[in-house]
């Protein structure tokens, strides 16, 4: 089959997804809950501008009351003949779990997208692991894997045509945050080659046993124990055919693409002897780490795309008969099992195969819990052992059951030629929303491949966002945090005394400070830690004051424009007048509407980020500096060992140790009174001659950070010569001052 030319866009795990599941929908019935709200949001965009599926119609969208809603309205809306999608993850899948179970009894097809999230359970995590889907592993759900962006949607194709010609619902899988939410450029299917695959007899069927009074039929019925039994076991015949349509899709899938997708994928070496077995966007990190770290070693790796049905035969197919020794790496807990879903699943494949190789367990990822090159390493160099650690842990210090790997999280493997880029943002102060654009103009308009992932503070607006950045001649399949960047920015100044920013800039490598401090004063301001590093590590020192250029053009506090073209400026990771040129084409495209005033404030701000940033000449005295000792502290030992080291986002250091005591979750009360960040640009100042005392500003401040403060006579005496009052109004505050403390 002749390959179209591709369609090539830049976007994220969720867009890719929406994309695919909007041709195959009718009803979208949708409750939005992290971080699968993207794909319920586009989905709705798209059908409020009337955009058609592949029966040429606008997919209805109903947004119900909670996810339990939502999925007894996908179960009503499939009963009618309408192809039915929804959207979830975490505690709203788990919801959905007992209409699941007569989705599946019923034989109705559906796909569910999950972007696999970490459940409550101790604590509160919206971030990613496979413990959502895992608890929904015996629905009777069809479930597929996809490891990256582009497999989100060419699995997702997979999902919806097999589940059609299949009769099996699919919960579609990709891994949260990691994969839903990363931006890169990848091809997009047209809809006309959707349709090609479509098996429009299948729909014709499904829609024929909807529930019509022209063929009445009852469904729901109760069964007693005298042929409950039979009925459940009259639908294995479905299960056992859906694995081969799911091939056929996959290989026709392969044709038209040239991206090759089996129920399992292996690769490596053919005579590998040790392999790792893996589902998600770890099994991107694998591969490359194998690629550019561990390559003409006998190692390998088996990707897990077809979970549920786990079909031995094709698991052993691709397995090599060289193997000695599996990993098999799961990203749930599953407390007091014998072992973790995934390894059980491999053990019981391997169970009466003659000399099967031995199996491992590790447990890796929980809550997003980075998984990096240096992890992979270990777990390799720990089937090396004569007795390797089994049931083990990556990516933490467990110094108390003592299941971890050690790892040296310096090993990289990007692809030589990659620019890493990371970002120091303030939750809602546009660097984000800058960065994404900065992932477009480069994806869109060279031909180079692009990689944006964000890590947010889960304080959300006024947190802390770090923004990872990668572009490069080769594709790049770096599913974990950069720690080797050639350039690092800082976007608000207050961060220099809070986070080790340059612990992963390189030698040599760019620094941005967004700053109101003048290159004097830096020596006063700047730790004596970032002095050092700056000076030994000879890393090119830049600032600007974005705030102030920001304020003056009209701008306000957003400055992602000017930080933007500023970025473009000191990479150069494109010519700057292309660069420049491709920003103010997004103004006018986001802009447009609002009036030339606005156009015109973007355009100033683009031009104030390219003339306004200053290099700063380090001094060598810096390679010395000295640190200030800080004044001496009596906190509690939870607010040294815990609170701090979170704080500075260095919380991954932390052993499990230190949370003995406290595994229930429950944590020690008062401790924002330790947790000072400090890091507004600008604070309101008490206006004592205009104040009448009334008190509404305290009132309705959100942070409860301005507070109306009586004192007496003593309390006056006693405080500092700038502690300013006024007399206090009212009856019976003759005596007393007044003041509003913010």
Partial sequence: MNKKKP??????????????????????AIFPITPSSPMAESVD?????????????????????????????VHGSLAAGALTTTYTASQGLLLMIPNMYKIAGELLP???????????????????????????????????????????????????????KGRVPFMHIFDGFRTSHEIQKIEAWDYEDLRDMLDMDALREFRNRALNPEHPVIRGTAQNPDIFFQAKEAASSYYQKLPQIVVDYMK??????????????????PNAEHVIVAMGSVCET??????????????????????RPFVSEYFLDVLPKSVKKITVLDRTK???ALGDPLFMDVKAVLFDQKDAPSVYGGRYGLGSKDTTPGMIVSIFDNMKQDMPKDHFTIGIEDDVMHTSLVYDNKISSEPEGTIACKFWGLGSDGTVGANKTAIKIIGDHTDMYAQGYFAYDSKKSGGVTISHLRFGKHPIKSTYLINRANYVACHNQQYVHQYDMLKDLREGGKFLLNTFWTPEELERQLPASMKREIAEKHIEFYIIDGFKYAREIGLGSRINMLMQSAFFKLTEVIPLDDAVK????????????????????????VDAGLAHIVKVDVPASWATAEDVQA????????????????????????????????????????????????????????????????????????HASIRPILLDEAEVASAPDAFETIQASGKGFENLKYRMQV
């Avoid at 866009?9 to 009803?27: C, N, R």
């Avoid at 796909?111 to 995590?125: I, N």
């Avoid at 447009?592 to 156009?599: A, E, N």
């Fill in 7 to 28: 369609i090539i866009m830049t976007m994220d795990g969720t867009t890719a997804a929406a994309h695919v599941s909007y041709a195959f929908t009718d009803v979208a």
């Fill in 45 to 73: 965009e798209w059908a409020a501008h009337g955009r058609k599926n592949l029966f040429g119609q606008t997919v209805q969208v109903t947004e119900m009351q909670s996810e339990a809603g939502a999925a007894g309205a």
């Fill in 110 to 164: 559906a796909v569910f997208h999950v972007t696999a999230r970490t459940l409550a359970a101790h604590a509160l995590c919206i971030f990613g692991d496979h413990s959502d889907v895992m608890a929904a592993r015996q629905t009777g759900f069809a479930m597929l894997a996809s490891s990256s962006v582009q497999e989100s949607m060419d699995l997702a194709a997979v999902a919806h045509l097999a589940s059609i």
């Fill in 252 to 269: 026709e899938v392969s044709e038209r693409t040239g991206r090759t997708y089996k129920p399992f994928d292996y690769v490596g070496d």
């Fill in 286 to 307: 694998i591969e490359e780490t194998m690629n550019n770290n561990l390559s003409g070693e006998k190692i390998g790796l088996l990707k897990v795309r077809l979970y």
């Fill in 334 to 336: 599953e407390p007091g």
């Fill in 582 to 605: 491709y920003l103010k084409q997004g103004i006018d495209k986001t802009y447009g509407k609002k009036g030339q005033k606005i156009l015109d404030m973007n355009y100033a701000a």
């Fill in 631 to 702: 004044p001496s502290r009596n906190v509690p030992a939870f607010i040294e060992e815990v609170l701090v080291p979170m704080n500075r986002q260095e919380g991954d250091n932390i052993p499990v140790s230190k949370f003995v005591g406290i595994e229930d979750g429950a944590f020690p009360s008062g401790t924002s009174q330790y947790e000072k960040r400090g890091v507004a640009i600008s604070i309101p100042v008490w206006n004592k001659e205009k104040c009448i005392q009334c008190n509404q500003c305290s009132f309705v401040c959100p």
